[in-house]
């Protein structure tokens, strides 16, 4: 069973930075597409950036391009999201996703069939 458990949401100031992480076990994440999606209450949870099996396409939201970078470590099972510049828009919970499959990026959350718990992340003004 494929399992995912993000770390280091939490609250920041408007301005600064904070990288989340994501570790998977149970499966070789060669042969994962994985992604970062995110959601605010009320609200349809959408991809944030997502990154291919071996990390050669890259595919992100407009709101965070520039600003965000998803990076993916095969040897250690990892996948990163390092965020610039964050802004109270950014406020939500955000999601380590991963799909097996085509590597292809989706950015429909169905596309993805394993999914972590979720990690709190608060811009404050």
């Known amino acids: 069973q494929v399992q995912l458990v993000e770390s280091g949401g939490g609250l920041v100031q408007a301005g600064h930075s904070l990288t989340l992480s994501c570790s998977v076990s149970g499966r070789s994440i060669r042969t994962l597409v994985l992604g970062w999606f995110r959601q605010t209450p009320g609200k349809e949870s959408n991809l944030v950036a997502g990154i291919s099996k071996w990390g050669l396409t890259t595919k992100y939201a407009d709101a965070v391009k520039g600003r965000f970078t998803i990076s993916r470590d095969n040897t250690e099972n990892t996948v990163s999201l390092q965020m610039n510049n964050l802004n109270p828009e950014d406020t939500a919970v955000y999601y380590c996703?991963?799909?097996?499959?085509?590597?292809?990026?989706?950015?429909?959350?169905?596309?993805?069939?394993?999914w972590g718990q979720g990690t709190q992340v608060t811009v404050s003004t």
């Open positions: 996703a991963a799909r097996e499959g085509a590597n292809t990026i989706y950015s429909s959350g169905d596309s993805y069939q394993f």
